[in-house]
């Protein structure tokens, strides 16, 4: 019987070759050509030419590792983590950050004209940070112990479950780092048994740290394995007397096999239940299992631009579909007459509820269930909207729902999305719908990786 993983290629497995690179791919990989023949290098950049190792070779294309950059890029720099290439929090520290944020808006510009198969849309220049470090407001980490017994406490390393040991990170708030000195300082002081995930067995799983960016409060969550925890004053105390700001510090206790990383139920060790932070001027209450949005800075400018596309007047009625904790209605409702926003999560419809009201936000109304489902629903009770904004997870929207959406009329149509392959996807079905794209904004919510979010506007074609 032939070997179904033997192909036919002039590229070998384990060989080393010399080549250049001619683009990078949508996760930032370096992409090159052998014999016509299409090998994916990590951490390569265009332009470059590269000695690399042949570590998988498919069908269509192969794995290569870099080994060497004998003609490196101008837009490479050497990035500033010392556990860079074996985390897989990171992968585009090695391209200076203007580069990055080229790559993003031509990523975005391709997918619209190759999937979408849409020309002359205006794609602008991906909004920036001026600080493209220390933005993220949450960072969740396993605790374990190497194979000498060591206390490791980091991120996992990229495709597996090893702890790479963290002593600084470089996209998350500072003083995150001095939370994860500090726990392992008391693991080992007071002999703390730490998670085994192989067994199910010890007891601290997790270490999760928040950051109010504008309010400066801090939540400290220790995920365990069991209800007690030993030495929690201990914690308590190490903390706060060495940490400015700490607001909050939770015991959530998870006993489930499982790779989801909070448990339901949480005990308050020190101060409030939850903390605090703004974006723009509309507050919200953060618990451990709360949805915030990582980055503030740039959720602020992604909102402000989705509300400066619908351009609302104040008599306009809007629907927010996959409206989440109600972020986005809260900022629509600044100058909309109405807001119905849809969400098929009860519990983030709740806090969409509990935000409104904190805001004395009074035209904002919540549904529970699908968009697709609830917002013909609304149509056919003689709702219907003037602008609908549609922020979908990664998968896009629902087709239903587009039709949907089509059939109401509205004049303007705000999508933001957080995967470009699929705001083209969906682009294109508006188009046939009656939608013209007038504009997409990319905005940079996570510096230092590959992923970029954008908002696009819409307009239905008078006919």
Same mark, same amino acid.
């Given at each position: 019987m032939a070997n179904l993983k033997s192909y036919n290629t002039a590229v070998e497995k384990n060989k080393e070759y010399i080549l250049q690179i001619e683009s990078n791919g949508h996760q930032g990989e370096g992409v090159g050509k052998i014999d016509n023949f299409t090998i994916f290098i990590e951490g390569a950049l265009k332009g470059e $030419?590269? !000695?690399?190792?042949?570590? /998988?070779?498919?069908? =269509? %294309?192969?794995?290569?590792?870099? &080994?060497? +950059?004998?003609?490196?890029?101008?837009?490479?720099?050497?990035?500033?983590?010392?556990?860079?290439?074996?985390?897989?929090?990171?992968?585009?520290?090695?391209?200076?950050?203007?580069?990055?944020?080229?790559?993003?808006?031509?990523?975005?510009?391709?997918?619209?004209?190759?999937?979408?198969?849409?020309?002359?849309?205006? $794609?602008? !220049?991906?909004?920036?940070? /001026?600080?493209?470090? =220390? %933005?993220?407001?949450?960072?969740? &980490?396993? +605790?374990?112990?190497?194979?000498?017994?060591?206390?490791?406490?980091?991120?996992?390393?990229?495709?597996?479950?090893?702890?790479?040991?963290?002593?600084?990170?470089?996209?998350?708030?500072?003083?995150?780092?001095?939370?994860?000195?500090?726990?392992?300082?008391?693991?080992?002081?007071?002999n703390i048994e730490t998670y085994n995930e192989e067994n199910h067995s010890g007891l601290v799983r997790h270490i999760m740290i928040r950051k109010g960016f504008k309010t400066g409060e801090i939540m400290i969550v220790v995920v365990t394995n069991g209800q007690k925890l030993p030495h929690s004053n201990e914690f308590v105390e190490l903390m706060t007397e060495n940490i400015e700001g700490v607001a909050s510090i939770i015991q959530n206790i998870n006993k489930?096999?499982?790779?989801?990383?909070?448990?339901?139920?949480?005990?308050?060790?020190?101060?409030?239940?939850?903390?605090?932070?703004?974006?723009?001027?509309?507050?919200?209450?953060?618990?451990?299992?709360?949805?915030?949005?990582?980055?503030?800075?740039?959720?602020?400018?992604?909102?402000?631009?989705?509300?400066?596309?619908?351009?609302?007047?104040?008599?306009?009625?809007?629907?927010?579909?996959?409206?989440?904790?109600?972020?986005?209605?809260?900022?629509?409702?600044?100058?909309?007459?109405?807001?119905?926003?849809?969400?098929?999560?009860?519990?983030?419809?709740?806090?969409?509820?509990?935000?409104?009201?904190?805001?004395?936000?009074?035209?904002?109304?919540?549904?529970?269930g699908e968009a697709e489902k609830e917002i013909p629903k609304l149509i056919d009770s003689g709702i219907k909207a003037d602008v609908v904004v549609v922020d979908p997870p990664r998968k896009g929207c629902e087709e239903s729902l587009l039709h949907a959406i089509a059939k109401m009329s509205p004049q303007k149509i705000v999508y933001v999305s957080c995967d470009p392959a699929t705001l083209a996807r969906d682009l294109r079905i508006l188009s046939d719908l009656g939608y013209k794209t007038l504009e997409v904004q990319p905005v940079d919510m996570f510096p230092q990786t590959a992923h970029v979010e954008s908002v696009a506007l819409m307009s239905k074609v008078e006919k």
């Open positions: $030419v590269v !000695k690399i190792k042949v570590i /998988k070779v498919n069908k =269509n %294309y192969g794995i290569g590792k870099l &080994l060497e +950059v004998i003609s490196p890029s101008e837009e490479r720099e050497n990035p500033i983590c010392s556990i860079y290439k074996r985390c897989g929090g990171c992968n585009l520290q090695h391209t200076g950050y203007e580069a990055q944020l080229n790559f993003k808006t031509e990523r975005v510009e391709e997918v619209i004209k190759r999937i979408g198969k849409l020309e002359n849309i205006k $794609v602008h !220049k991906t909004l920036g940070m /001026k600080n493209p470090y =220390n %933005y993220r407001n949450k960072v969740q &980490l396993p +605790v374990g112990r190497s194979k000498d017994g060591e206390v490791v406490v980091g991120f996992y390393a990229s495709r597996s479950h090893d702890i790479i040991n963290m002593e600084k990170c470089h996209i998350q708030d500072e003083v995150a780092d001095k939370v994860v000195e500090l726990t392992k300082r008391w693991i080992e002081k007071y489930n096999k499982t790779n989801v990383i909070l448990g339901e139920k949480s005990k308050t060790l020190y101060g409030k239940d939850t903390i605090t932070d703004f974006i723009g001027e509309f507050k919200f209450n953060i618990s451990p299992l709360s949805f915030f949005q990582v980055n503030s800075i740039q959720t602020e400018v992604l909102y402000e631009k989705a509300l400066e596309y619908a351009d609302l007047t104040g008599d306009e009625t809007v629907f927010d579909a996959y409206c989440g904790t109600g972020t986005i209605s809260l900022f629509l409702s600044q100058r909309a007459k109405k807001v119905y926003g849809v969400e098929i999560v009860p519990e983030a419809i709740e806090n969409a509820i509990e935000n409104a009201k904190t805001n004395r936000v009074t035209n904002a109304e919540f549904i529970v």
